[in-house]
């Protein structure tokens, strides 16, 4: 699988110029350019114009450009598929997934369409039977990049209430954790609706990456820099890493199978685990 940043997920309503341009300066890792739910229907199809108008010319950098569609069998769904199989955008993101049958559907339409080979897909669970069909849908192409929670569809669908521990979503978390770990792809938390209690936004964030989340769905930009700080690395991670490396190597060099850092004890997954977080730190653009 490709390492890719995606500590910070932002959804920006399709049917916002302002958004689309404002996305550009940003230091979201992925930037979400909403089709469903941000736009109205009789707003849908200016605003998939304005989407793929904004992707084609480009300006994002770093940034990895996502465009959520429509959900399928809606009226646009077909014509969006079509707009972004033909778009510059990275990835295409689809809601409310519930089968392995609905990815190879809409594989088979970005193929149709001569989408890049380089065209990832991510699935959003948003629903019981898509948690519950998780492992078959993180499966179901080698177009699919990333699992990506709805937790507020999720909540509404499950009947349990948001609270500060989660609780009532833990069960689904990690099914789509584990699920996403045996596909050897990404997987993004849900979003969180309150945007004046920044405390309470570091520990469901904190929360999210102890659960193995990759990164956080943001509803607004003063929250990116939360999400960076908790899914990212600092210099003492990445200090401890290259130490992990240099001791490893050290102890290869003797012929031996374990290495001492720190006064723990170093196995081949620890080096493992290191060379991740070094690869993915060279990749993290600070602006």
Not at 14 to 43: I, M, Q, W
Not at 82 to 87: F, H, I, L, P, R
């Amino acid at each position: 699988m490709e390492i890719r940043p995606r500590r910070s997920v932002l959804y920006m309503p399709g049917s916002n110029s302002r958004a689309l341009e404002k996305a550009k300066t940003l230091a979201a890792d992925c930037v979400v350019f909403d089709l469903e739910d941000a736009c109205a229907p009789d707003v849908k199809a200016t605003a998939r114009n304005s989407v793929i108008e904004a992707v084609n010319q480009g300006g994002y950098g770093h940034r990895e450009v996502v465009v959520r569609v429509n959900t399928i069998g809606s009226p646009w769904f077909n014509e969006d598929i079509e707009a972004v199989a033909q778009s510059q955008a990275d990835a295409i993101c689809l809601p409310k997934i519930e089968s392995a049958a609905q990815i190879i559907t809409v594989v088979e339409l970005l193929d149709r369409y001569h989408a890049a080979a380089s065209m990832t897909v991510w699935a959003m669970i948003e629903t019981p039977l898509g948690v519950d069909k998780a492992n078959e849908i993180a499966k179901a192409s080698t177009r699919l990049s990333v699992l990506m929670l709805g937790t507020s569809d999720l909540a509404k669908e499950l009947r349990v209430r948001h609270t500060p521990c989660r609780s009532g979503f833990l069960y689904s978390l990690n099914r789509c954790v584990i699920a996403a770990r045996l596909a050897a792809i990404d997987v993004i938390d849900g979003v969180c609706l309150d945007l004046a209690d920044d405390q309470g936004f570091a520990t469901v964030c904190e929360q999210g990456r102890d659960l193995g989340f990759d990164g956080k769905s943001l509803i607004h930009p003063k929250q990116i820099a939360a999400a960076n700080v908790s899914f990212g690395f600092n210099d003492d991670d990445v200090a401890h890493a290259e130490k992990v490396l240099a001791a490893w190597q050290q102890a290869e060099a003797e012929s031996k199978a374990v290495a001492v850092v720190d006064g723990k004890l170093i196995e081949i997954l620890h080096v493992e685990e290191a060379r991740r977080l070094l690869a993915m730190a060279a990749l993290i653009v600070t602006e």
